[in-house]
């Protein structure tokens, strides 16, 4: 599928959702957690809550995530695993928050695409810092932190992520986060290397 045409089946998609949506479709979201893994790295992950049964036609569109970290953070060896993101935004020190900075990272395109499983984590991407940061840096809470739009900066911090689901069989279906969890277990989903025939999906509708 060309840029293009992803584009306007997404924005498509955007507009139309209140039209196909089942009721329950408000609740049916996706949840963020960081986490420090084995190799020492941190892994940012997406979660669906235990509403969503996706199948494997789910197009991500949209996606930020924010960590707030000290003034000096730094990080390095940066990892995209499912979905493409980069940084593109940081705000060191605003009124708010003034021992504070809001580090973005921005979704750019699906791939390697994310996949999402029942129940499962799926890990978007890993970076390393200096072991004087560890325990210093969180993840945005959209509702809860000072620095929250609208800000002294204008600028949009937070977490986000939008996913649209054709394959279900219960008409188009709209995921989008929830907010953040977390848990101590983190048997991640690497999504660039997950074989489709390692777990039934839900898919009633076929390709064309």
Same mark, same amino acid.
């Given at each position: 599928?060309? %840029?293009?045409?992803?584009?306007?089946?997404?924005?498509?998609?955007?507009?139309?959702?209140?039209?196909?949506?089942? $009721?329950?479709?408000? !609740?049916?979201?996706?949840?963020? =957690?960081?986490?420090?893994?084995?190799?020492? !790295?941190?892994?940012?992950?997406?979660? $669906? &809550?235990?509403?969503?049964?996706? !199948?494997? %036609?789910?197009?991500? *569109?949209?996606?930020?995530?924010?960590?707030?970290? /000290?003034?000096?953070?730094?990080?390095?060896?940066?990892?995209?695993?499912?979905?493409?993101?980069?940084?593109?935004? %940081?705000?060191?020190? $605003?009124?708010?928050?003034?021992?504070?900075?809001?580090?973005?990272?921005?979704?750019?395109? #699906?791939? /390697? =695409?994310?996949?999402?499983?029942?129940?499962? +984590?799926?890990?978007?991407?890993?970076?390393?810092?200096?072991?004087?940061?560890?325990?210093?840096?969180?993840?945005? +809470?959209?509702?809860?932190?000072?620095?929250?739009?609208? &800000?002294?900066?204008?600028?949009?911090?937070?977490?986000?992520? *939008?996913?649209? #689901?054709?394959?279900?069989?219960?008409?188009?279906?709209?995921?989008?986060?929830?907010?953040?969890?977390?848990? #101590?277990?983190?048997?991640?989903?690497?999504?660039?290397? =997950?074989? +489709?025939?390692? =777990?039934? %999906?839900? #898919? !009633?509708?076929?390709?064309?």
């Amino acid at each position: 599928m060309n %840029r293009l045409h992803f584009i306007l089946i997404f924005t498509l998609a955007v507009f139309t959702t209140p039209l196909f949506a089942q $009721p329950d479709q408000a !609740s049916k979201s996706l949840e963020f =957690k960081i986490q420090q893994l084995p190799d020492q !790295s941190w892994g940012i992950f997406v979660k $669906p &809550n235990s509403l969503i049964v996706p !199948s494997n %036609r789910t197009i991500t *569109g949209s996606g930020q995530v924010t960590i707030v970290t /000290p003034i000096n953070f730094t990080y390095s060896n940066f990892i995209n695993y499912g979905g493409s993101w980069i940084e593109n935004a %940081r705000v060191n020190g $605003p009124n708010e928050a003034a021992d504070k900075a809001y580090v973005s990272f921005g979704f750019v395109i #699906d791939n /390697p =695409k994310i996949k999402l499983y029942p129940n499962e +984590e799926t890990l978007l991407f890993t970076f390393t810092t200096e072991e004087s940061f560890h325990g210093t840096f969180r993840l945005f +809470e959209n509702q809860a932190d000072p620095f929250m739009p609208s &800000n002294s900066y204008d600028s949009n911090p937070g977490n986000d992520i *939008g996913v649209i #689901d054709p394959g279900t069989g219960n008409g188009l279906q709209y995921y989008a986060y929830g907010g953040n969890y977390e848990s #101590d277990e983190a048997e991640a989903v690497f999504s660039s290397q =997950k074989m +489709e025939t390692e =777990k039934p %999906r839900s #898919d !009633s509708n076929k390709p064309d």
